[in-house]
């Protein structure tokens, strides 16, 4: 029934109580049934390790017949699936948690410190519906993550297409030597010496601008679906990339 991105965000959710998350955690691959050790696996994947200390036969054998015993383990019945599509329901018809989750995702792969605390409070943003700051820090997040392949992969590259560009560019060497680019003039380079395809470097260009309005002090408002959009665009295009 559930799928572990959107598992993880389930059992981070304050109002479940013990025995509902566990209720959760039966519903993945949920007509296989699980022994317990199976359950506080699933748990632990899930990013809830919470579970590996808790009497799991105890909490589901009170169940009232929505979690019962067979042979393999425990299982869910047609009243328990349907007990979890009620807890699931109105977090997964909402785009946040399988946005966050999938942004989550992305965090293991990346090695720069720096990128990943760009990303995490991005999520954090929205997650608790501070749309503008979630715009701000996820392009900044892609950024650094752009930054980081053009100095370990494209620099000398780069660096010849900025100076035939403006020949006062002073080649960059580092990370920070890049920031001093406008993010404008950076996007077209990397175009230029194909890092990005047209197409992306204007949906980019469209994220950027964005950003640009959102960071500054003006009477611009943003919806969730426009900040979905934009982180996803991001996700595609960078986070899944570089």
């Given at each position: 029934m559930l799928d572990i991105s959107v598992l993880k965000e389930l059992l981070h959710q304050k109002q479940f109580t013990n025995t509902e998350k566990l209720l959760l955690c039966l519903s993945f691959e949920v007509d296989k049934p699980k022994a317990v050790?199976?359950?506080?696996?699933?748990?632990?994947?899930?990013?809830?390790?919470?579970?590996?200390?808790?009497?799991?036969?105890?909490?589901?054998?009170?169940?009232?017949?929505?979690?019962?015993?067979?042979?393999?383990?425990w299982e869910l019945t047609n009243s328990g699936k349907k007990r979890v599509s009620q807890l699931s329901g109105a977090v997964t018809l909402n785009p946040t948690p399988k946005i966050s989750a999938n942004l989550?995702?992305?965090?293991?792969?990346?090695?720069?410190?720096?990128?990943?605390?760009?990303?995490?409070?991005?999520?954090r943003c929205y997650e608790s519906k501070l749309y503008r700051a979630a715009i701000v820090m996820s392009w900044v997040g892609a950024a650094?993550?752009?930054?980081?392949?053009?100095?370990?992969?494209?620099?000398?590259?780069?660096?010849?297409?900025?100076?035939?560009?403006?020949?006062?560019?002073?080649?960059?060497?580092?990370?920070?030597?890049?920031?001093?680019?406008?993010?404008?003039?950076f996007l077209q380079i990397l175009c230029a010496i194909s890092v990005l395809g047209k197409s992306v470097k204007d949906e980019l260009e469209a994220c950027l601008k964005l950003r640009n309005g959102c960071g500054h002090p003006n009477s611009l408002k943003v919806g969730e679906s426009r900040v979905a959009s934009h982180i996803e665009t991001l996700m595609l295009n960078v986070f899944s990339k570089y």
């Open positions: 050790s199976e359950i506080k696996e699933i748990a632990k994947k899930s990013g809830f390790r919470k579970a590996k200390d808790w009497n799991i036969s105890s909490y589901l054998g009170k169940t009232n017949g929505l979690a019962i015993r067979v042979d393999k383990g989550r995702s992305h965090l293991a792969r990346i090695k720069d410190t720096d990128t990943v605390a760009f990303l995490d409070e991005a999520i650094s993550l752009l930054y980081d392949y053009v100095i370990n992969n494209k620099l000398n590259a780069f660096n010849t297409e900025a100076v035939r560009r403006d020949p006062k560019w002073k080649a960059a060497n580092k990370k920070d030597d890049l920031s001093k680019m406008k993010e404008y003039n």
